[in-house]
């Protein structure tokens, strides 16, 4: 009972002493589990400039289209440093730094906090001891409107998902999640079909409920070939080509009014469309970079494309 007590009254001691320090604004992160970041001789984070990097293009390549399954198996494939010098990395690490506000130079202390002094035993906070966020405690790694953007975007994302009955954005395949289908709203998946005995692989994107059950047709929709997806898209990016200027001032006077996501977003188009006359090849990283989804109507080719900027326009190939 004693034992149970002085536990207690240490528990309640060592908390309180917690968080007087967090008052003060002293800061506490243990920087060895934190990519980026290293403890001076005083005790304050600096930015450890190798990892900082990584960070930076964990940022730019969610903001680029990719996915957080993706991200990971790229940094795992180029065998890329994690905090503990293994090249290991697990795409909820990914999620938790896209989500970190320690990188925007910002941190939220006593996200957990000591139940039990004797155990050690720490919980997480929810609303039981104060949190404090504490605004500019130390140098930011990540520019404050990319971290905002990457916030927005993982919203989209989520919406997007909600809307259209998908477990996960996999954007390992340039149109997985983006080709969706106009009679039953739902994503199309890829299949290879052979022909001719096998010799003629053909790829092929069909609406995920058509033969969701064996032996009954679940959609009536058709599918279209990967390489009408390919056309359309290149056709679109050619039309933002041939009017250039038009598209150039329209998304710089849509710059001012908008939220950190499509500021990144309109600064993107135009960084990626002012220099260059593109060649009529498709192009997996641009689609990637500014293809939101293309709702299929038919299996002619006729199809309604939007951009990433907001742009829609339909396209009717004739294949
Ligand atoms: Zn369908």
Same mark, same amino acid.
């Given at each position: 009972m004693l034992r149970q007590e002085e536990s207690l009254s240490l528990s309640l001691n060592s908390t309180w002493g917690v968080r007087r320090r967090f008052?003060?604004?002293?800061?506490?992160?243990?920087?060895?589990?934190?990519?980026?970041?290293?403890?001076?001789?005083?005790?304050?984070?600096?930015?450890?400039?190798?990892?900082?990097?990584?960070?930076?293009?964990?940022?730019?390549?969610?903001?680029?289209?990719?996915?957080?399954?993706?991200?990971?198996?790229?940094?795992?494939?180029?065998?890329?440093?994690?905090?503990?010098?293994?090249?290991?990395?697990?795409?909820?690490?990914?999620?938790?730094?896209?989500?970190? %506000?320690?990188?925007?130079?910002?941190? &939220?202390?006593?996200? *957990?906090?000591?139940?039990?002094? +004797?155990?050690? @035993? #720490?919980? /997480?906070?929810?609303?039981?001891?104060?949190?404090?966020?504490? %605004?500019?405690?130390?140098?930011?790694? &990540?520019?404050?409107? *990319?971290?905002?953007?990457?916030? +927005?975007?993982? @919203? #989209?994302? /989520?919406?997007?998902?909600?809307?259209?009955?998908?477990?996960?954005?996999?954007?390992?395949?340039?149109?997985?999640?983006?080709?969706?289908?106009?009679?039953?709203?739902?994503?199309?998946?890829r299949k290879t079909w052979m022909n001719d005995g096998g010799k003629n692989k053909r790829k092929v994107w069909i609406c995920s409920n058509r033969y969701r059950t064996k032996g009954v047709k679940g959609c009536d929709s058709k599918h279209v070939d990967e390489e009408v997806l390919k056309k359309a898209f290149m056709e679109v990016v050619n039309v933002l080509v041939e009017n250039k200027q038009h598209f150039l001032d329209k998304w710089r006077a849509e710059l001012e009014d908008s939220n950190a996501l499509k500021q990144y977003r309109f600064k993107m188009f135009i960084r990626i469309l002012e220099p260059t006359s593109m060649t009529g090849e498709f192009d997996e990283s641009l689609c990637l970079k500014i293809l939101d989804q293309i709702k299929v109507i038919d299996g002619k080719g006729k199809m309604y494309i939007t951009l990433l900027d907001g742009t829609s326009m339909q396209c009717k190939n004739n294949n």
């Open positions: 008052e003060q604004g002293k800061v506490t992160i243990n920087e060895k589990k934190f990519l980026g970041y290293d403890k001076d001789s005083e005790g304050n984070l600096i930015i450890n400039e190798r990892q900082a990097v990584i960070v930076r293009r964990i940022y730019k390549d969610f903001l680029d289209g990719k996915g957080t399954a993706h991200i990971t198996r790229e940094l795992e494939e180029e065998k890329v440093k994690n905090w503990n010098g293994t090249s290991k990395w697990y795409e909820s690490t990914i999620k938790s730094i896209l989500r970190n %506000e320690k990188y925007k130079g910002d941190a &939220i202390l006593q996200k *957990t906090y000591t139940v039990d002094f +004797l155990t050690k @035993e #720490r919980v /997480k906070n929810t609303g039981k001891v104060p949190k404090y966020y504490v %605004e500019e405690s130390h140098p930011a790694i &990540i520019e404050l409107e *990319t971290w905002e953007a990457v916030q +927005l975007e993982m @919203e #989209r994302r /989520k919406k997007f998902c909600e809307e259209h009955n998908i477990k996960k954005l996999d954007t390992r395949l340039p149109f997985w999640g983006k080709v969706i289908c106009g009679v039953c709203g739902t994503v199309y998946c």
